[in-house]
């Protein structure tokens, strides 16, 4: 990452204005490319040759008056086109090819959804700001069902391929029999995809949500999986001291209460020899080399929005989605952890993966 140029062109106030105003139509955009995802239009408009809006809304089961005001929106922001005789739309297929389910890790229509959701909090944000303090998981009823719909297709597409063989011997370890457990689990979808893949081993998903909890355990049964059990606990203090081969944790330390203990206890439960595989935001630690990098906006907008303060609502460090590899690798050296190394996959282009050893 490096810095803007020391003497950028002076940018005049009508510039700026236009800047803001086009940032403004965007946002607009994003709010139409959620709804689309979650309805289901760009998905059908993709399916079809051509619709008016009355076949679309037949097709995708919704109330055409909706689907015509949702489909001049996107006519007017140049990603639906319009044919005005024969009032026909089409979803061309190289935009299709970035805002449908058929795109897999390349739907943007999907990460479109965290805006607009997370403007749901505002006014509690705003609240924050005045008083201090944070906010709960509660606070976010959707939050996890979204950021899960996106995580289990990087865990479908990458995690058994090509995550876990970023750390040398563990496929192996693993078809022999490792003892292994995902920090921060949530639904437990990687540890169920992994029990899946590794019968030979044991796996153990800790998180302090019940909800989630029960949501794996549910699934773990589900699917027939003896290596698989779940635990509800939180893992800044779960006593398992020399416990486990390998711990991942996969985009969780940031939000954490207490990030530091959360990884000097993973130290702890390692075995010697043992792994940390741990996946969080690629970003600098200094603002500076985070300025005109893609989605940098964005992110700090998620970080204020719901990582930063669901940590300080339970009075912790509130470390925020845009930490940054320098911190990182500062707090896994203070937890313990001597021997790390850092990795990047073309699956996964939010994250880096940090490999460290006990």
Known sequence: MTAPSANPVPETTEEFSERLTAAIDNAALVLLMSIGHQTGLLDTLAASAGSTSEQLADAAGLEERYVREWL?????AHVVDYEPVSAIYTLPSHRAATLTREAG???LARL??????LSEVEQKILGCFRRGGGLQYQDYPRFHAVMGERSREIFDKALIGTVLPLVEGIPEGLEGGLDVADFGCGSGYAINLMAQAFPASRFTGVDFSDEAIATAAADAERLGLRNASFLSADVATLNAPATYDLITAFDTIH??????????NIHRALRP???LLMADIKASSRL??????????YRYTVSLTHCMPVSLGLEGAGLGTMWGRQLAESMLAEAGFSDVTVR?????????FYIARR
């Open 72 to 76: 001049a929106g996107m006519t007017v």
């Open 105 to 107: 890790l390349n739907n």
């Open 112 to 117: 479109a959804q965290y805006l607009p959701l």
């Open 255 to 264: 939000d954490q209460a207490h990030p530091a203990a959360v990884l000097a």
């Open 273 to 275: 020899g043992g792994v």
């Open 288 to 297: 500076e080399d985070n300025i005109g990098v893609a989605m940098s906006t």
């Open 344 to 352: 990047e996959i073309e699956q996964d282009t939010s994250n880096y």
